[in-house]
């Protein structure tokens, strides 16, 4: 494992940066941690954004690295799928936490929306397995 991610983990403290999971609780989400890029990789390869990605909060004028610690967070599966690329307008602007929580309260738009979905179809499948 990369310094980097080690460092960007015990930061945030094995939980996912958006939705508050507990990527220790398990084994199994243990091994489905992600680490989500702040400002996509899409967005470091603009040439025309090299300045403003310099004096940007989340590099803070050092290196303008994809895998530095100041531009990831742990996340789960769900977070890290759903956000994918997605940069707010005025990201430019924005503080590291800024980003961080606009993308909070997206995701907790997607998640919620999901999770009905989930019950749904839990009491679906629990209705069949039950006995004639």
């Known amino acids: 494992m990369e310094k980097w991610w080690i460092e960007a983990q015990l930061r945030d403290g094995g939980r996912c940066v958006y939705c508050g999971l507990d990527l220790y609780a398990t084994f199994g989400l243990y091994y489905s941690t992600q680490g989500d890029h702040l400002i ?27 895998n530095s610690v100041s531009n990831c967070v742990t996340t789960c599966v769900f977070c890290n799928q759903h956000k994918g690329k997605a940069l707010p307008d005025g990201w430019e602007r924005m503080t590291r936490e800024e980003l961080i929580d606009w993308n909070r309260r997206e ?14 179809r839990v009491a679906v499948l629990a209705s069949r397995q039950q006995p004639s």
């Open 40 to 66: 996509p990789r899409s967005t470091l390869r603009q040439p025309e954004l090299a300045d403003v990605l310099r004096n940007h909060d989340v590099f803070r004028g050092g290196p303008v690295r994809y």
């Open 107 to 120: 995701l907790a738009t997607v998640r919620s929306s999901h999770e009905r979905e989930y019950e749904r």
